[in-house]
């Protein structure tokens, strides 16, 4: 396991994680029950990343609307909470604050937003909106949890996650995932499928001819409000 310094969605933290498969879409690369993804799903992933190693760059949308600009503000006050919760019950001395994780070759990584000082445990934050908590509170986290949570755990070296849903009006969401040695194995075999098909891709587009680096656009929060949803690699 190697632990990036950077700032959660930096210039550095979009750097870091560039065209490699992260914890946040190993849903298009394995079913909640373990099977390899197949079709369209699988294909869009692999060609991004293709085309983010070809161009050395991210493709991330990097659009923010209100309520995901107020989440990231909130997640330090998200993070004490929880400990406030449960400092005492599950002995954390403190929290500290990730960046981004790989794996010690680099092939993947995660984002987890709280490792356990000095424990193998690791906190998912999310401060969504008030109609997204009430989902969050009444349904959970959704069938593409799975393959994301034992991502985490299978990166960062973990025994355990913690799902953390925040809400300064609202009762707050916590799901807690321990380490499922059987799907972990899964994964690690389709990733590791997935990454050698990811180069060979990369090798054969490579041949069809020369690749020139686009542009890098960074928009506005004017520039967001007229476009929403566009995605600032522009050429």
């Known amino acids: 396991m190697k632990i990036h310094d950077c700032e959660q969605y930096s210039d550095a933290w979009y750097e870091v994680r560039k065209g ?9 690369i394995i079913t909640p029950l373990g099977a390899p993804t197949r079709g369209d799903r699988r294909k869009k992933y692999m ?3 293709v085309a983010e190693n070809l161009l050395n760059q991210s493709m991330d949308d990097r659009f923010e609307n209100y309520w995901t600009k107020r989440g990231h503000e909130l997640e330090p006050d998200a993070a004490d909470a929880f400990f406030a919760k ?3 019950k599950m002995k954390i001395k403190k929290l500290d604050k990730v960046g ?17 000082h000095g424990g ?10 008030p109609w997204v908590q009430v989902e969050y509170l009444l349904d959970g986290p959704g069938e593409n949890y799975a393959p994301q949570v034992q991502g985490h755990i299978l990166v960062c070296e973990l025994k355990k996650m913690h799902l953390w849903c925040w809400h300064p009006n609202m009762p707050p969401v916590h799901v807690e995932t321990a380490r499922d040695d059987e799907f972990i194995e899964k994964l690690a ?4 499928h997935f990454c050698n098909e ?4 990369i090798d054969r587009a490579r041949r069809k001819g020369p690749y020139v680096l686009a542009k890098l656009l ?3 929060a004017e520039m967001a409000t007229d476009t929403p949803g566009t995605f600032p690699w522009l050429q």
């Open 100 to 116: 981004f994780v790989t794996t010690d070759d680099g092939r993947i990584g995660a984002s987890p937003e709280r490792l356990f």
């Open 47 to 49: 060609y991004r990343l």
């Open 189 to 192: 075999k389709e990733l590791w």
């Open 86 to 88: 449960f400092k005492t």
């Open 198 to 201: 990811l180069d060979a891709e």
């Open 20 to 28: 490699i498969p992260t914890a946040s879409q190993f849903h298009n």
């Open 218 to 220: 960074k928009l506005s």
């Open 120 to 129: 193998h445990e690791g906190i998912e934050i999310k401060c969504p909106s």
